[in-house]
């Protein structure tokens, strides 16, 4: 996670200038990884590289340090505003429980 400098922000990378206040002046943060669902959406019919996987949920959790961030939900059925934490990161996915 990255945090401007000037206006304190924290934002997802790859960023070179903060979306909010277009500084360049950015350092890398670390986040607690917890959050709450914001939204979600279960596939049922996925692309054929995730057919075994269906259905599963896609999840974007608002995390506790502001920025939001899209993942799957191990298990269990997403519920607004539910309460997860990230569990790992793999092949770029962002998996919560």
């Known amino acids: ?11 997802i990378p790859p960023k070179y ?5 277009y500084r360049t002046e950015l350092r890398e943060i ?15 019919i996925p692309p054929e590289t995730f057919a075994d996987q269906a259905p599963y949920s896609v999840i974007l959790v ?6 939001r961030v899209t993942g799957r939900l191990e298990a269990g059925e997403p ?17 919560f429980a």
């Open 30 to 44: 670390t986040v607690s990884g917890a959050g709450k669902i914001y939204s979600y959406t279960t596939i049922y």
């Open 17 to 21: 200038v903060c979306p909010h206040c």
């Open 79 to 95: 519920v607004m505003e539910r309460r997860v934490e990230l569990q790992r990161i793999e092949d770029g996915v962002y998996w």
């Open 1 to 11: 996670m990255l945090s401007c400098d000037a206006c304190k922000k924290a934002f």
């Open 62 to 67: 608002e995390l506790d340090e502001g920025p």
